[in-house]
């Protein structure tokens, strides 16, 4: 149909209605595409599980279903609660989670034990291993751990996997006149994944944002832990500039959100946190 033709008998009022109506809809339109484009953008969230340490040695079935009711696409082990890797990935399945880290200590990633490491992470369907504490208590120290953690990284790349080690504030504290942070990730492989945990490095005196800037695109994934506060203090109500740390991160390359939080062991109040922060989150537009 001829358009000039099917607007003849309209009315002035008629036209500026069906004017009106196409802009609403064209702006509807728009909004609803961004709406789902920003969805698609959005970083999946996992739980770290020491959070919820000892509910989960109480009842890891239990509190697994919890995390998943809660809101959680995923976890990081911290810890395996006596579960062998296949009964770890059935209540992964069960509870339709997914494995975006283990939390490993140093000596599960060194010498044979590596090997042995990566094939329980294969089970579980776990590409990342990282270490959750060292200290190389020399500048010496730190540069031979770097070098270990090179040739961690070859061996896990052959299998698709990542190491990297997770921020603790003794890392930002100055041996020397240099800062082992640095002195390790300066030293070590980009493919060596540099967690950074936000209460952490604020603990240290330091500003997470900058610690990011400065070694770009490591930060697969980041612990997001509010700092400041009392127990109620849930994420987006402390000190860290949420906004300005997940706007890096989204621009350059990490994959997962791991949440933290250490305001207690107790089964009762850390699934009160878990529930806090992950709300929190809602309110920030990243879940």
Not at 28 to 44: N, Q
Not at 55 to 83: N, Q
Not at 230 to 246: A, H, M, P
Request: glycine share 10%; charged share 25%.
């Amino acid at each position: 149909m001829n358009s000039s033709n099917s607007l003849r008998g309209c009315s002035r009022r008629d036209f500026i209605r069906l004017s009106v109506t196409g802009a609403v809809a064209a702006v509807l339109g728009t909004r609803l595409a961004f709406v789902a484009e920003a969805a698609k953008k959005k970083i999946p969230v996992g739980l770290q599980l020491y959070s919820v340490r000892e509910a989960c040695a109480k009842d890891l079935p239990g509190t697994l279903k919890i995390v998943k009711e809660i809101g959680f696409s995923g976890v990081e082990f911290a810890g395996y609660h006596g579960k062998t890797a296949k009964e770890l990935r059935t209540l992964l399945d069960d509870n339709g989670l997914k494995c975006y880290g283990t939390h490993t200590a140093l000596n599960t990633l060194q010498g044979d034990e590596l090997k042995k490491t990566i094939e329980f992470n294969q089970i579980i369907g776990n590409n990342f291993l990282i270490c959750p504490y060292m200290n190389g208590e020399t500048i010496d120290g730190w540069k031979k751990l770097a070098d270990e953690f090179n040739a961690m990284s070859k061996i896990a790349r052959k299998e698709k996997m990542w190491v990297g080690y997770h921020a603790h504030a003794h890392d930002f504290h100055p041996i020397d006149g240099q800062v082992p942070w640095d002195v390790f990730f300066g030293n070590t492989d980009k493919r060596v994944i540099m967690q950074l945990d936000t209460s952490n490095c604020l603990d240290a005196g330091q500003d997470p944002l900058t610690v990011l800037k400065k070694y770009p695109k490591r930060g697969r994934t980041i612990h997001i832990k509010e700092h400041g506060g009392d127990v109620n203090t849930y994420l987006g109500s402390g000190d860290v500039k949420w906004e300005e740390i997940f706007k890096f991160c989204e621009k350059h390359g990490t994959q997962y959100y791991i949440l933290e939080n250490e305001r207690g062991a107790n089964p009762e109040v850390s699934i009160k946190s878990a529930r806090g922060d992950f709300e929190g989150l809602k309110k920030l537009g990243k879940v």
